[in-house]
Every structure is written in structure tokens, then in C-alpha cells.
């Protein structure tokens, strides 16, 4: 017993607690709000006990990773990318999910559902952060053939991910944390350029033959409502629900477990990709501050380790999970005010899913670990 209570003190003083702290009161918080919109469900409101689930194992894989040096698991990165697409390819077998938009994205274990482009975002940032250390130590990062293996290594993730499930926002995601990695890996700003020019040449032929009927109004809907969705009945009814149930809030909300529209189950998915809809009306613009802030200090804290780590592998990872949380959030509450498309991003820690949840709290475990193993300044490359 003093054995584990010495190794419970040891953890807190060199563990990231402060980081611990802010994901915990984070994903409590996302409970309470769950839990107010699925008590009315079909199913009794047992989702509750899902996300609780989610969040413990998640607390475990937060203190595993914080033991584990970063370098260690990085080394296995070639592992790490095998697993990736051995998980991504069980969906075409046994995927499943919202067939009425072709989203196939989980599979199902009798109540429990795993979504492996959730659980993939993790090794991901691992994978692309081990191969810009290992280019930039030979420096040739800047070469036209690193850069393309890195693509072609991202691409084979990204686009098994979508191929697989025909999902629209998380490769989208991943794109962008790639993109985020590769500039503060030290890519050079023309070759940003030049692929943007690319993209801007190719991108008609992509839009209007990789994407369906239906992922294509979503996406075009917030900037040409008049032309995708006139009358607002087909693809912006959702987001003008969220931005009724938002503004109806006030400043103090109507009241947990008493919004209007919340409670009449009005909002399609909003336990998961509408949470903040259900912060807004029932908790008012003091409860939606509340999660931008814990949400912003947790980035911050992120950003702050890999700085700190002297590490250039702890740096990228860190950056690569900020990214992951700056994009998810600024799509998911951008989506919820009617300003962002609609196209299936969770809110970190507060979303409904144990896949969403698990990954975002390895991520700080993590980010943890890094800030338990400081290396020297010498080692700095980046």
C-alpha cells in the first residue's frame, strides 16, 4: 500500500496534473451536458454511462502515456502505421453509422462503437512527426522526395479513411494537422505555395466526383445558402436550429436540463456534433465561454510543453495535438453558429463518443509524458 501510494505522489509531482486537471473538468463538464440531452432518449439515457466509461479508460491511457518516453513509442512508427490502416480497414467489412449520408464510419460491438478515424488521429501525429525529425536530421526536409513520402504516407491514412467510411471531416482534420506539422517542422513556404497551387488546379475535378450530392450542399450550404438551400429545409435547418438554441440562451441559459428545444429532441446528433447547441440554450454565453476557455488554456498548455520539451519530436507532437484541437473546435462551434459546414466534427472532451474522448485524453497523455522527460538543448533541431 505505501508502495502505491509513493508512486501516486511521484506521478503528481512529475506528470502534467495542471494539464490532467483541465481535460478532467473538460470532460465532466461535456457528462453534464450530455447527460441533459440524452435523458429523454429512447434508450433512458444510457449514453451517459458510455461517455463515463470513455472518460476512465481514458484517465488510464493518460497516465500510461505519461510513462512512456515519446521517443519510444515514435521508434515504432512503422508499427504504429501498419495498425492505422489494419483499424481503418475493418470498415469496410463491418462499418457502420448514418447509411442515409453514406457515413460508415464505426464499428459496433453490441452498445459500444469505436470510430478508428478517431483512434487513428494519435499515431498519426506520431507517424508525420517522426518522419519530419528523421529528414530534418538529415536535412533534407526541404527536398521535393521527403516531402512527397511524407504526402504519400498521409495521403494512404487520409484517404483510406474517406474511401472507407466516405467521410468528409476528419480527413479534413488530418489534412490540416499535417499541413500545421509540415510549417512548424520548418517546410520551406514555397513548396506551401506550390501545393496550394496544385490543389486550387485539381480541386473542381476533386469536389464534383469524389464527393457526393450530399457532402457537397454541406459544404457549400454556409457560404451559398440562396443557391444549395433556399427555402432552409434541407441542409441548414440543423445549423438554424443550433443558432436558435444558442441565441434563446441568453446570457445565464434557460437552465440545465430545462432548454426548450434541447429537451424536445429538436437538434439531430446534438449529444455529439451539436453539444455546444445544448451549452448555449441551457447554460447561456456563460456556459459556452466556459468551454472556449478551458478549451484555449488546454492548446496553450500543449503548445507550451513542446516549446519547453527541447525536443524537436515532443515539439511536433505537441503541435500536431494542438492543431488537432484548434481545428475540431473552431469547425465543430463554427458549424453550431451556422458559419462552418456540417460535416461530422466532434468538440474535444465534450462531444458524446468514447473514441472521441479516449483519443483526446492519450493525447494528453501524451503531451504529458513529454513534459516528464525534458532533453537537453543540445538535442534541438527544429
Not at 233 to 242: A, G, H, N, T
Not at 283 to 298: E, H, K, M, Q, R
Request: hydrophobic share 55%; proline share 4%.
Amino acid at each position: 500500500m505505501r508502495t502505491f501510494f509513493r508512486a501516486i505522489i511521484k506521478f503528481l509531482r512529475e506528470a502534467d496534473v495542471f494539464l490532467l486537471v483541465l481535460s478532467l473538468s473538460s470532460a465532466i463538464y461535456g457528462c453534464i451536458l450530455v447527460s441533459s440531452v440524452v435523458r429523454n432518449f429512447e434508450s433512458g439515457g444510457s449514453e451517459i454511462y458510455v461517455q463515463i466509461g470513455a472518460m476512465i479508460i481514458g484517465l488510464v491511457l493518460f497516465v500510461l502515456f505519461s510513462y512512456i518516453d515519446i521517443d519510444v513509442i515514435a521508434d515504432k512508427s512503422i508499427g504504429l502505421f501498419i495498425f492505422s490502416m489494419m483499424l481503418i480497414s475493418t470498415l469496410f467489412i463491418w462499418g457502420v453509422g448514418a447509411e442515409e449520408v453514406g457515413n460508415r464510419g464505426w464499428l459496433r460491438f453490441w452498445v459500444i462503437g469505436i470510430q478508428p478515424a478517431e483512434v487513428v488521429k494519435v499515431p498519426f501525429i506520431i507517424i508525420v512527426a517522426k518522419m519530419i525529425v528523421n529528414y530534418k536530421e538529415r536535412k533534407s526536409l526541404d527536398s521535393l522526395a521527403s516531402l512527397l513520402k511524407i504526402l504519400l504516407v498521409s495521403a494512404l491514412i487520409v484517404g483510406l479513411i474517406f474511401i472507407s467510411s466516405s467521410d468528409v471531416g476528419n480527413p479534413l482534420m488530418y489534412v490540416l494537422i499535417l499541413l500545421t506539422m509540415l510549417y512548424i517542422g520548418g517546410v520551406k513556404l514555397r513548396w506551401f505555395l506550390l501545393g496550394g497551387g496544385l490543389v486550387a488546379a485539381v480541386w473542381p475535378l476533386i469536389f464534383f466526383n469524389l464527393f457526393e450530392q450530399y457532402h457537397r450542399d454541406r459544404i457549400l450550404a454556409p457560404f451559398r445558402p440562396e443557391d444549395v438551400d433556399p427555402t432552409r429545409r434541407f441542409v441548414l435547418w440543423q445549423p438554424d436550429l443550433s443558432v436558435s438554441a444558442i441565441t434563446s440562451g441568453g446570457f445565464l441559459g434557460q437552465g440545465l436540463r430545462n432548454g426548450r428545444i434541447t429537451q424536445a429532441g429538436l437538434i439531430p446528433a446534438q449529444h455529439t456534433d451539436f453539444i455546444f447547441s445544448a451549452a448555449g440554450e441551457e447554460l447561456g454565453f456563460v456556459g459556452c465561454i466556459l468551454i472556449i476557455l478551458l478549451l484555449v488554456v488546454i492548446i496553450i498548455r500543449c503548445i507550451y510543453v513542446g516549446i519547453k520539451s527541447n525536443n524537436p519530436l515532443g515539439l511536433l507532437v505537441c503541435t500536431g495535438v494542438a492543431a488537432m484541437l484548434i481545428m475540431q473546435t473552431l469547425e465543430n462551434i463554427g458549424m453550431n453558429i451556422g458559419l462552418m459546414p456540417v460535416i461530422g466534427v466532434t468538440l474535444p472532451f465534450f462531444s458524446y463518443g468514447g473514441s472521441s474522448i479516449v483519443a483526446c485524453f492519450a493525447a494528453m497523455g501524451i503531451v504529458s509524458g513529454v513534459r516528464m522527460r525534458p532533453k537537453p538543448v543540445r538535442f534541438r533541431t527544429i
